[in-house]
Nanobody, 124 residues
Framework: QVQLVESGGGSEQAGGSLRLSCTAS????????MGWLRQAPGKERELVAT????????YYADSVKGRFTISRDNGKNALFLQMNSLKPEDTAVYYC?????????????????WGQGIQVTVSS
């Protein structure tokens, strides 16, 4: 069983930065696609960024391109999301996820392991 635990969330002012981390335990995810998703109140969960098993391929939602950077450290079974130039519309619960059956995916349904989520709040 895989457990994903997010950290690094919190409150920040618009224009600031936060770095989310996700640590996996239970099995290695070095051969799995991984990603970050978010869900704002009253909205559907959306894909924010994904990364292939080697880190060579990434996907970003249009709303975060140029501001967020996804990365991974397979040796530490960890995933990261550097969030810069934060906007109030980035406020959401952020989830770390892994797609254990594929090496890369930008489709939410591929992700079969999820963290519990962490709150990110950006004030104007």
């Amino acid at each position: 069983q895989v457990q994903l635990v997010e950290s690094g969330g919190g409150s920040e002012q618009a224009g600031g930065s936060l770095r989310l981390s996700c640590t996996a335990s239970g099995r290695s995810l070095s051969n799995s696609a991984m990603g970050w998703l978010r869900q704002a109140p009253g909205k559907e969960r959306e894909l924010v960024a994904t990364i292939s098993r080697t880190g060579g391929t990434t996907y970003y939602a249009d709303s975060v391109k140029g501001r967020f950077t996804i990365s991974r450290d397979n040796g530490k079974n960890a995933l990261f999301l550097q969030m810069n130039s934060l906007k109030p519309e980035d406020t959401a619960v952020y989830y770390c996820a892994a797609a254990s059956r594929v090496v890369y995916s930008s489709v939410i349904s591929s992700y079969d392991y999820w963290g519990q989520g962490i709150q990110v709040t950006v004030s104007s």
